[in-house]
């Protein structure tokens, strides 16, 4: 049996976990306002570009990979405490148009759950 778990950002969030990921890990940022986010999907490859557009009306892309975007993800949902097992597999996909952090992970279904008896806690009401 597998579980799947998915985390769906905003363009506005995905933006602030990349800025963040990049300030955390001490990358230059370009200047400019975004005004725009995009994501290019390629038979299994994902590129973000957050279009920007400085002082002087000139527009830039910034571009963003799929592992740079999943690890920037991931760091977002940490710092908010959205808890993330890290046993999920984890990957990027694009779903209705917005960034996706799909988790998943194989539950082993041989053996029957253990369930907890009245000594351990289960079942205490106060």
């Known amino acids: 049996m597998r579980e799947l778990r998915c985390i769906i950002l905003s363009n506005q969030e995905f933006v602030s976990a990349i800025i963040e990921f990049k300030r955390k890990s001490r990358l230059s940022l370009p200047i400019g306002t975004v005004s725009g986010v995009d994501f290019v999907v390629t038979g299994d ?41 890290r046993t999920y597999t984890k990957k990027i996909e694009v779903i209705d ?10 539950v082993d279904t041989s053996k ?15």
């Not at 400085?54 to 690890?71: G, H, K, P, Q, V």
């Not at 907890?116 to 079942?123: I, L, P």
Request: overall charge positive; hydrophobic content about 40%.
């Open 112 to 126: 029957p759950m253990k369930h907890q008896s009245a000594k351990e806690g289960a079942g205490r009401q106060k």
């Open 97 to 106: 148009g917005q960034l996706t952090l799909v988790m998943t992970m194989t």
């Open 45 to 85: 490859t994902i590129i973000s570009k957050i279009k920007l557009t400085n002082d002087y009306n000139e527009t830039s892309e910034m571009l963003i990979d799929a592992t740079e975007a999943a690890a920037a993800v991931v760091n977002y949902c940490l710092e908010r405490k959205v808890p993330i097992a």
